[in-house]
């Protein structure tokens, strides 16, 4: 967090700046045809070796970065209730650790369960794509006006109600979709934790 707030424009401009380059940098060296996965662009040798180890402290610090506001919203929402049945009240170091190692495993779990990246794209857009973008405002816009939920009182509601008709409907869609996407790559290329 910033001492002076008021850099944090200053600060983010310079990021997106040098991120905005480097990518436009590397789209320019990868040439007319990159491969699909562009890591491949690198010859073999230690610049290859230099690139990997990059590529591993940037997921490392990303996860790092990331897990620490998943883990602090859990811990606000569910776990330190649930913590406090196990004895790790007032233990917040342990409980911490606890929580972070959770979500590693858990991380680690989901990420060699769906080793296809797509799809673990897809999955994660179809269970949250839908309800953020159609099915949460729908439901804010009735739960502000004050109209059940299920129920078309007059004919302003009729849109909203259809809005969240067809974002359930979509939302169901897409996590059918995915999954058996998944499914589809699970036989084709082994089962969940199967080396290769």
Excluded at 54 to 61: D, F, N, S
Excluded at 74 to 96: A, E
Excluded at 103 to 122: R, W
Excluded at 152 to 161: E, F, K, M, T
Aim: hydrophobic share 50%; aromatic share 12%.
């Amino acid at each position: 967090e910033f001492k002076v707030r008021d850099d944090a424009p200053k600060s983010l401009a310079i990021s997106l700046a040098t991120f905005g380059s480097v990518y436009t940098l590397v789209c320019i060296l990868a040439g007319p045809n990159p491969p699909s996965f562009l890591f491949d662009a690198i010859s073999p040798g230690i610049g290859r070796k230099v690139a990997g180890f990059l590529l591993w402290v940037h997921v490392a610090v990303s996860f790092a970065i990331n897990s620490q506001a998943l883990c602090s919203s859990l811990d606000r929402l569910c776990f330190y209730r649930v913590s406090s049945m196990i004895g790790l009240h007032n233990k917040h170091k342990t409980r911490w650790a606890v929580l972070t190692m959770l979500v590693a495993m858990s991380s680690y779990f989901i990420a060699n369960a769906v080793p296809f990246f797509k799809d673990l794209v897809a999955l994660i857009g179809a269970l949250t794509s839908v309800p953020l973008t159609l099915l949460l405002p729908a439901i804010f816009h009735r739960k502000i006006i004050r109209a059940p939920l299920f129920t078309i009182a007059s004919r302003y509601d009729i849109l909203p109600y259809l809005l969240i008709v067809f974002s359930l409907v979509f939302l169901i869609c897409g996590i059918v979709g995915s999954l058996s996407s998944i499914e589809i790559d699970w036989a084709g290329h082994g089962p969940p934790f199967s080396c290769h």
